[in-house]
T-cell receptor, first 113, second 111 residues
Framework: NAGVTQTPKFQVLKTGQSMTLQCAQD?????MSWYRQDPGMGLRLIHYSVGAGITDQGEVPNGYNVSRSTTEDFPLRLLSAAPSQTSVYFC????????????FGPGTRLLVL | DAKTTQPNSMESNEEEPVHLPCNHSTISGTDYIHWYRQLPSQGPEYVIHGLTSNVNNRMASLAIAEDRKSSTLILHRATLRDAAVYYCILRNNTNAGKSTFGDGTTLTVKP
């Protein structure tokens, strides 16, 4: 299993540009999530999904959109990038349930100029 | 959802035991206590979890208070590779996909 994969590893955007961060998992997990981590801070939940076709907002959803058309993929779209969105973005997946492990991808470093 | 409280930072000497505390005074009966750690420039990784009884695995031990309002992650012999941010989170069957992480405890291991 490749686990949770994220692309790209690093991206530089100009203010106002849009882009999509890709996330895929091959573990047949129902639950997927996007987090952002600012320097020296913990992870904050952006959006999450409990299955294909079902998404919901987390703690900091503004400026981001998600969709879940398949179990495997959970892309995160930045609609109009702002310098405040400079961060490291992590995607995670889990089977769900209180005992299940949450698996994280390697992260995407985003710099918005 | 119940929240957890952890110290911002802790220090340890190499090859000595480390006890990382976590308070979760509003924990519910269905919440499992999970610990994750994040090595520099990596995503978080699972360490251990438990419900009521103490748990051991190859990475660490988890000691859970009898009233479940606090827990302690124990690294029996800290190594330099254990330097990381350690997160204590609560997870149940309804919040599995939307776990929130606080700022965690930054563990520094001194040689």
């Amino acid at each position: 299993n490749a686990g949770v994969t994220q692309t790209p590893k690093f991206q530089v955007l100009k203010t106002g540009q849009s882009m999509t961060l890709q996330c895929a998992q091959d573990m047949n997990h129902e639950y997927m999530s996007w987090y952002r981590q600012d320097p020296g801070m913990g992870l904050r939940l952006i959006h999450y999904s409990v299955g294909a076709g079902i998404t919901d907002q987390g703690e900091v959803p503004n400026g981001y959109n998600v969709s879940r058309s398949t179990t495997e993929d959970f892309p995160l779209r930045l609609l109009s990038a702002a310098p405040s969105q400079t961060s490291v973005y992590f995607c995670a997946s889990t089977l769900g349930g209180g005992t299940e492990t949450q698996y994280f991808g390697p992260g995407t470093r985003l710099l918005v100029l | 959802d119940a929240k957890t409280t952890q110290p911002n930072s802790m220090e340890s000497n190499e090859e000595e035991p480390v006890h990382l505390p976590c308070n979760h005074s509003t924990i519910s009966g269905t919440d499992y206590i999970h610990w994750y750690r994040q090595l520099p420039s990596q995503g978080p990784e699972y360490v251990i979890h438990g419900l009521t009884s103490n748990v051991n695995n190859r990475m660490a031990s988890l000691a859970i208070a009898e009233d479940r309002k606090s827990s302690t992650l124990i690294l029996h012999r800290a190594t330099l590779r254990d330097a990381a941010v350690y997160y204590c989170i609560l997870r149940n069957n309804t919040n599995a996909g939307k776990s929130t992480f606080g700022d965690g405890t930054t563990l520094t291991v001194k040689p």
